[in-house]
């Protein structure tokens, strides 16, 4: 597979999550567990006819047990943290404070082993985190109305996600079709954790019910794969720069859908949180060689 290919390739999974936060509003009432449970057993579930009919199960042999409890624990948490954030808190503003994760990776980046943290990660971070106050501004609520649990929770899958993804840069490469494995052990988790913690409550409509199957097939399914691929043997530096869109363009989706107000603060406070992700990743652009098989 050549870099272009594979680049284009984790591209894909981009514009998947950018659908993300549009899905997950139309899956409504679906808990949070229950909703984890119903996406990835979608997903891992295809992810293994796939893997039977083509690689075998063979491929998954010899992985440490400890990258298997890394990569559910990642996807679990990050994705009970996510749903529950836009169960409690309206779409857009959640789905942009969720979505700093691009610049969370950058600036936990600086804390690996041969790299630092510069001027233009510190004036990138300003410049999201200003986007995000202008996010709240733009509410005009009080106190009191203020969903600030959900925007929290969104805050703190921000920070899961990146912490995951810049963890697993130290993990050393696996195969992506382990990430088949990640799927089934999160959707099993949440199971229990649905049955202890939540009322079971079914899509209302036939529409909540296409968004779980879309979210099982693309952004909480083949977008795990795609962006496997790309981040083992793609152009690493043009995807990590790409993946700064994903606000933008998840913040787009909804107001299309009519999720969302199309308000020029929003708007303005969109482009906020891209542009510091931008400067930041400008800072960080250097080559980096994708790591080998192992």
Not at 108 to 137: K, M, N, Q, T
Request: net charge positive; charged share 10%; glycine share 12%.
């Amino acid at each position: 597979m050549t870099q272009t290919r594979a680049t284009a390739i984790g591209f894909t999974a981009i514009l998947m999550w950018a659908l993300l936060a549009l899905l997950t509003i139309g899956s409504a009432p679906v808990p949070p567990f229950l909703l984890n449970a119903l996406c990835f057993g979608i997903g891992g579930g295809l992810a293994l006819i796939w893997l039977a009919l083509g690689p075998g199960l063979g491929v998954l042999r010899g992985v440490s047990w400890k990258v298997y409890a890394f990569g559910t624990l990642g996807l679990f948490g990050y994705h009970a943290l996510y749903f529950s954030a836009f169960r409690i808190a309206p779409g857009a503003e959640t789905g942009l404070i969720a979505y700093l994760w691009p610049l969370f990776i950058v600036l936990l980046s600086g804390l690996l082993p041969g790299e630092r943290l510069g001027g233009l990660h510190v004036a990138g971070a300003l410049l999201a985190f200003a986007g995000a106050a202008l996010i709240l501004l733009s509410r005009g609520n009080t106190g009191a109305d203020l969903p600030v649990a959900g925007l929290v929770l969104a805050f703190l899958c921000a920070l899961a996600w990146a912490g995951y993804s810049v963890l697993s840069r130290r993990l050393g490469a696996v195969p992506t079709e382990t990430v088949t494995v990640y799927c089934l052990a999160t959707a099993a988790l949440s199971v229990p954790a649905h049955l202890m913690f939540e009322e079971t409550v079914w899509p209302a409509t036939q529409g909540g019910w296409l968004a779980v199957l879309a979210l099982g097939l693309g952004p909480v399914g083949a977008a795990f794969f795609t962006w496997d691929v790309g981040m083992k043997k793609g152009d690493i530096q043009l995807l990590g720069v790409a993946s700064y869109a994903a606000p933008l363009l998840s913040t787009l989706a909804l107001i299309a859908a009519g999720r969302a107000e199309a308000t020029p603060l929003l708007l303005v406070a969109a482009l906020m949180i891209t542009g510091g992700a931008a400067i930041a990743a400008r800072a960080s652009l250097r080559p980096v060689r994708p790591a080998e098989d192992g």
